[in-house]
């Protein structure tokens, strides 16, 4: 059987609802996945939101939209840029969101120097 063939086998057992193929593809691009987000998310964003987070929530969403046919993927390579597509994505909607106005990272102070600063200002 030839790597396309057994891509095709793939998408077609994932397609019926098959938990094996699920498990191959994320073991073949969770790594790789987890290691894209930590370089998308900066570091003050790392600690608000956990690149395997966004792991769960790019296989999520891949699975989900996969099974109800919504990808035409050829081949490996071409599931890569997906995953990879959606993951930046992902990425790109948790900076938006914390560092909205509202939520402003870079308005955040560290506990330590905020206890600091309110006790300075009760003496």
């Known amino acids: ?35 894209l987000a930590r370089v998308l998310l900066s570091g003050q964003l790392r600690q608000k939101v956990d690149p395997e987070d966004v792991l769960q929530s790019v296989f999520r969403t891949f699975f989900r939209r996969q099974a109800s046919g919504e990808f ?14 959606i993951t930046l994505r992902k ?8 560092l909205a106005m509202c939520r402003d990272l870079k308005r955040e102070q560290a506990p330590a120097k905020a206890a600091a600063t309110r006790t300075s200002n009760l003496i």
């Open 1 to 35: 059987m030839s790597s396309a063939d057994s891509f095709d086998v793939l998408l077609t057992r994932l397609q019926a609802g098959d938990p094996d193929p699920a498990a191959a593809v994320f073991g073949r691009y969770a790594h790789r996945l987890i290691a």
């Open 91 to 98: 990425c790109g909607h948790q900076a938006e969101h914390y």
């Open 72 to 85: 035409e993927l050829h081949d490996w390579d071409g599931m890569w840029a997906l995953l990879s597509v």
